[in-house]
C-alpha cells in the first residue's frame, strides 16, 4: 500500500474523514510529518484531499486539517437512464414510500425509509419484489454516500433497473401518490 493509499484510508475511518498531518504521522507510522504534508499536497493536487484550517477530530488542536472529498464518478450513466442518480431515485423513493405510509398506515412516522419499506412490506402495501427494489436503491445510495464505494455504470444500471421496476407498480397500483411524489420531488422522470 501506497503512503497515499494509507493516508486515505486512514481518513476513511474517521467519521468526519478529516485530521491534521501530526495525527496522520502519528496513526499511519509515515514520518516525519514533513512527508505526511508532501503526501497531502499531491493528493490535493489530485482533488482527493482538501486543506483548510479547524478543529482536528482526534486532538485538542487547531490546524490545517486533511479532509477527503466524497467521491462522486465522473462517468457518464448509461443511454435512456434520463440522468436519474442514485440520489435522486433514493429522495423519490423515500418521499414515495413517506406518502404511503401516511395514506395506507396510521401510525406516526418512519424513523427511516429502511423501516418504512420493511413495514409496508409487512403490512402488503408493497409487493416484496418491489419492497426488495427499493431496499436496492437505498443500499446503494447508503454506499455511495456513506462508504466511498465507486459508483459506476454497473451500479448505475441495477439502481436504474430497480427504479423502473418501482416506477411500473407504483403507476399502475399507486398513481395519484406516484405523481403527487413525482410533483413534489421535481423529478423529471
Ligand atoms: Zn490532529
Known sequence: MSESDLVVELLKTIPTRRCCDACLSRRTGIRPSRQV????RRLVDLGKLVREKGKCPLGNHTRVLNTLTARRSTRTTPAGSAGLGS???????DRFCR????THLDTGSPASLAEAITALR???????????MMHTIRSLRNMLVHEDVDFGD???????AAW????????????A?????????????
Open 154 to 160: 454497473h451500479e448505475t444500471a441495477i439502481a436504474r
Open 122 to 132: 409487512d403490512e402488503q402495501i408493497i409487493p416484496a419484489h418491489e419492497a426488495n
Open 164 to 175: 423502473e421496476i418501482i416506477r411500473a407498480w407504483g403507476e399502475r397500483h399507486e398513481r
Open 99 to 102: 406518502a404511503l405510509w401516511n
Open 87 to 93: 440520489e435522486e431515485a433514493w429522495r423519490y423513493v
Open 177 to 189: 401518490l406516484w405523481r403527487a411524489t413525482k410533483t413534489m420531488c421535481g423529478a423529471h422522470v
Open 37 to 40: 504534508n508532501q503526501v497531502c
